[in-house]
């Protein structure tokens, strides 16, 4: 079982910086691919970016060129660095991982980012 535990979140103002990052602990082993979610109030939870362990990252449509996910493996943690933050990007955000075997997708209680105008 994989443990994931998210920081970083936080109040920023809209063209802004915020890094967030999520610790992996548990069985190593099931540490797969990684990412983050987001969900707005009202709004179904989106992807917002994934890694796998040899750093193939993919993003959403409303991050590309804005957001970053880059992962250590030596510390089992990822991160996601997001720039030019726009109101829009606020919401919960969730920290993920896909058990490579089940393909169960499990995320970690969440961080709350919030970008005001």
């Known amino acids: 079982q994989v443990r994931l535990a998210e920081s970083g979140g936080g109040l920023v103002q809209a063209g802004g910086s915020l890094r967030l990052s999520c610790a992996a602990s548990?069985?190593?082993?099931?540490?797969?691919?990684m990412g983050w979610y987001r969900q707005a109030p009202g709004k179904q939870r989106e992807l917002v970016a994934s890694i796998t362990s040899g750093g193939t990252a993919e993003y959403g449509d409303s991050v590309k060129g804005r957001f970053t996910i880059s992962r250590d493996n030596a510390k089992n943690t990822v991160y996601l660095q997001m720039n030019s933050l726009q109101p829009e990007d606020t919401g919960v955000y969730y920290c993920?991982?896909?058990?490579?075997?089940?393909?169960?997708?499990?995320w970690g209680r969440g961080t709350q980012v919030t970008v005001s105008s």
């Open positions: 993920s991982n896909r058990y490579p075997t089940t393909l169960e997708l499990i």
């Open positions: 548990g069985s190593i082993s099931s540490i797969n691919v």
